[in-house]
Protein backbone atom coordinates (compact mmCIF):
# COMPACT_ATOMS: atom_id res chain seq x y z
CA UNK A 1 0.00 0.00 0.00
CA UNK A 2 1.52 3.64 -1.22
CA UNK A 3 0.11 6.81 0.58
CA UNK A 4 -1.15 9.38 -2.02
CA UNK A 5 0.10 12.72 -1.59
CA UNK A 6 -3.12 15.05 -1.02
CA UNK A 7 -4.97 16.94 -3.85
CA UNK A 8 -4.13 20.26 -4.24
CA UNK A 9 -8.09 21.64 -3.44
CA UNK A 10 -7.00 21.17 0.14
CA UNK A 11 -5.18 24.49 0.49
CA UNK A 12 -8.40 25.99 -1.45
CA UNK A 13 -6.73 26.20 -4.87
CA UNK A 14 -3.55 27.77 -2.99
CA UNK A 15 -0.25 25.34 -3.92
CA UNK A 16 0.66 24.21 -0.69
CA UNK A 17 4.19 24.41 0.22
CA UNK A 18 6.06 21.58 0.30
CA UNK A 19 7.34 19.72 3.47
CA UNK A 20 5.71 23.08 6.14
CA UNK A 21 7.10 23.29 9.08
CA UNK A 22 6.28 25.46 11.77
CA UNK A 23 9.15 27.33 12.66
CA UNK A 24 9.06 30.10 15.56
CA UNK A 25 8.42 32.79 12.83
CA UNK A 26 5.33 31.23 11.18
CA UNK A 27 3.75 30.64 14.59
CA UNK A 28 4.18 33.94 15.95
CA UNK A 29 2.75 34.83 12.32
CA UNK A 30 0.04 33.22 12.60
CA UNK A 31 -0.58 34.43 16.44
CA UNK A 32 -0.96 37.81 15.11
CA UNK A 33 -2.56 37.61 12.36
CA UNK A 34 -5.58 35.74 14.76
CA UNK A 35 -5.40 37.30 17.71
CA UNK A 36 -3.99 40.61 17.05
CA UNK A 37 -5.80 40.92 12.93
CA UNK A 38 -8.50 39.26 14.23
CA UNK A 39 -7.95 37.50 10.51
CA UNK A 40 -10.02 34.19 10.07
CA UNK A 41 -8.47 30.53 10.14
CA UNK A 42 -9.55 30.29 6.24
CA UNK A 43 -7.79 33.67 5.66
CA UNK A 44 -4.63 32.80 7.37
CA UNK A 45 -4.45 29.38 6.04
CA UNK A 46 -4.46 30.82 2.33
CA UNK A 47 -1.89 33.10 3.67
CA UNK A 48 0.28 30.17 4.49
CA UNK A 49 -0.78 27.51 1.36
CA UNK A 50 -1.44 24.96 4.11
CA UNK A 51 -4.65 24.04 5.21
CA UNK A 52 -7.41 25.29 8.09
CA UNK A 53 -6.85 22.59 9.98
CA UNK A 54 -3.56 22.64 10.41
CA UNK A 55 -3.92 26.49 11.28
CA UNK A 56 -6.18 25.17 14.05
CA UNK A 57 -4.10 22.58 15.57
CA UNK A 58 -1.79 25.16 15.52
CA UNK A 59 -3.94 27.55 17.39
CA UNK A 60 -4.86 25.03 19.86
CA UNK A 61 -1.08 24.34 20.66
CA UNK A 62 -0.14 27.70 20.95
CA UNK A 63 -3.52 28.33 23.69
CA UNK A 64 -1.99 25.67 25.65
CA UNK A 65 1.54 27.14 25.43
CA UNK A 66 -0.01 30.42 26.48
CA UNK A 67 -1.57 28.64 29.56
CA UNK A 68 1.55 26.92 30.36
CA UNK A 69 -0.57 23.47 29.40
CA UNK A 70 1.18 20.20 28.55
CA UNK A 71 0.36 20.36 24.79
CA UNK A 72 -1.21 16.37 24.81
CA UNK A 73 -3.08 15.98 27.66
CA UNK A 74 -3.51 20.07 28.80
CA UNK A 75 -2.48 18.98 32.42
CA UNK A 76 -0.41 21.93 33.87
CA UNK A 77 3.21 21.77 33.28
CA UNK A 78 5.75 21.90 36.29
CA UNK A 79 7.41 25.25 37.43
CA UNK A 80 10.77 24.42 35.87
CA UNK A 81 8.96 23.41 32.59
CA UNK A 82 7.26 26.60 32.67
CA UNK A 83 10.47 28.71 33.11
CA UNK A 84 11.62 26.83 30.05
CA UNK A 85 9.46 27.88 27.88
CA UNK A 86 10.62 31.52 27.80
CA UNK A 87 9.93 33.50 24.40
CA UNK A 88 9.39 30.57 22.67
CA UNK A 89 5.70 29.97 21.01
CA UNK A 90 6.41 25.99 20.20
CA UNK A 91 4.32 24.23 22.88
CA UNK A 92 6.30 21.27 25.12
CA UNK A 93 4.48 18.11 26.56
CA UNK A 94 4.52 16.64 30.13
CA UNK A 95 7.29 13.61 30.97
CA UNK A 96 4.31 11.51 31.31
CA UNK A 97 3.36 12.42 27.63
CA UNK A 98 6.71 12.64 26.59
CA UNK A 99 7.18 9.49 27.78
CA UNK A 100 3.95 7.45 25.95
CA UNK A 101 4.74 9.24 22.83
CA UNK A 102 8.40 7.60 22.81
CA UNK A 103 6.72 4.12 23.87
CA UNK A 104 4.45 4.75 21.06
CA UNK A 105 6.97 5.49 18.48
CA UNK A 106 9.03 2.63 19.29
CA UNK A 107 6.36 -0.01 19.15
CA UNK A 108 5.19 1.30 15.84
CA UNK A 109 8.82 0.74 14.54
CA UNK A 110 9.04 -2.50 15.73
CA UNK A 111 5.59 -3.41 14.36
CA UNK A 112 6.96 -1.94 10.77
CA UNK A 113 10.30 -3.94 11.31
CA UNK A 114 8.54 -6.78 11.82
CA UNK A 115 6.43 -6.81 8.68
CA UNK A 116 9.64 -5.09 6.98
CA UNK A 117 8.01 -2.08 6.29
CA UNK A 118 10.24 0.96 6.20
CA UNK A 119 10.95 2.12 10.10
CA UNK A 120 10.12 6.16 9.37
CA UNK A 121 6.83 6.30 6.94
CA UNK A 122 5.42 2.98 8.14
CA UNK A 123 3.98 2.54 5.06
CA UNK A 124 5.92 1.96 2.61
CA UNK A 125 8.12 -1.37 2.29
CA UNK A 126 11.77 -1.36 3.87
CA UNK A 127 14.45 -1.63 1.03
CA UNK A 128 16.34 -5.29 1.03
CA UNK A 129 18.66 -5.23 4.07
CA UNK A 130 17.89 -1.38 5.05
CA UNK A 131 15.30 -0.16 7.81
CA UNK A 132 13.34 2.38 5.30
CA UNK A 133 12.20 2.80 2.17
CA UNK A 134 13.66 4.29 -0.93
CA UNK A 135 11.73 7.46 -0.41
CA UNK A 136 12.15 8.13 3.39
CA UNK A 137 16.05 7.22 2.16
CA UNK A 138 15.95 9.97 -0.37
CA UNK A 139 14.31 12.36 1.33
CA UNK A 140 17.12 12.06 4.46
CA UNK A 141 19.80 11.91 2.03
CA UNK A 142 18.38 15.13 0.08
CA UNK A 143 18.21 17.14 4.23
CA UNK A 144 21.45 16.21 4.62
CA UNK A 145 23.13 17.07 1.48
CA UNK A 146 21.31 20.60 2.02
CA UNK A 147 23.33 20.86 4.53
CA UNK A 148 26.51 20.48 3.00
CA UNK A 149 26.78 16.66 4.83
CA UNK A 150 27.33 13.54 3.70
CA UNK A 151 23.55 12.05 2.73
CA UNK A 152 24.88 8.53 4.11
CA UNK A 153 26.30 8.77 7.05
CA UNK A 154 24.83 12.27 7.67
CA UNK A 155 27.85 13.55 9.98
CA UNK A 156 30.99 14.54 8.22
CA UNK A 157 30.73 16.99 5.29
CA UNK A 158 30.55 15.81 1.46
CA UNK A 159 34.16 15.06 0.26
CA UNK A 160 35.84 18.39 -2.02
CA UNK A 161 35.18 16.80 -5.84
CA UNK A 162 31.62 14.70 -4.78
CA UNK A 163 27.70 15.76 -5.22
CA UNK A 164 27.11 14.09 -2.06
CA UNK A 165 28.89 11.71 0.26
CA UNK A 166 31.95 11.91 2.42
CA UNK A 167 35.52 10.57 2.27
CA UNK A 168 34.60 7.92 3.95
CA UNK A 169 31.30 6.51 2.89
CA UNK A 170 32.27 7.09 -0.58
CA UNK A 171 35.26 4.28 -0.11
CA UNK A 172 32.32 2.23 1.99
CA UNK A 173 30.38 2.27 -1.18
CA UNK A 174 33.03 1.22 -3.71
CA UNK A 175 33.92 -1.84 -1.48
CA UNK A 176 30.66 -3.38 -1.05
CA UNK A 177 29.86 -2.39 -4.87
CA UNK A 178 33.02 -4.73 -5.76
CA UNK A 179 32.36 -7.11 -3.05
CA UNK A 180 28.54 -7.58 -4.57
CA UNK A 181 29.78 -8.01 -8.17
CA UNK A 182 32.57 -10.41 -6.79
CA UNK A 183 29.70 -12.75 -5.21
CA UNK A 184 27.66 -12.38 -8.39
CA UNK A 185 30.14 -13.36 -10.69
CA UNK A 186 32.48 -15.49 -8.50
ZN1 LIG B 1 0.72 15.64 29.18
ZN1 LIG C 1 9.45 5.25 4.31
ZN1 LIG D 1 29.45 9.73 5.06
Redesign the pocket.
Given at each position: MVLQPRADSYTYGVKPIENFVWTEERLKQTWDMKINQGRSSLDIAKTLHISKTRVHNAMRRMYRRMYAQ?V??G?PLSEDLRDSLGNRMTSI??P??NQAKRDLQHELRERARAMELCGVCHVRPALKGRTACKACISAAHRRRNKKGLCGHCGERPIRKKGKALCIECTVKMRKDAQLRRALNHG
Amino acid sequence: MVLQPRADSYTYGVKPIENFVWTEERLKQTWDMKINQGRSSLDIAKTLHISKTRVHNAMRRMYRRMYAQCVQCGDPLSEDLRDSLGNRMTSIRCPKCNQAKRDLQHELRERARAMELCGVCHVRPALKGRTACKACISAAHRRRNKKGLCGHCGERPIRKKGKALCIECTVKMRKDAQLRRALNHG
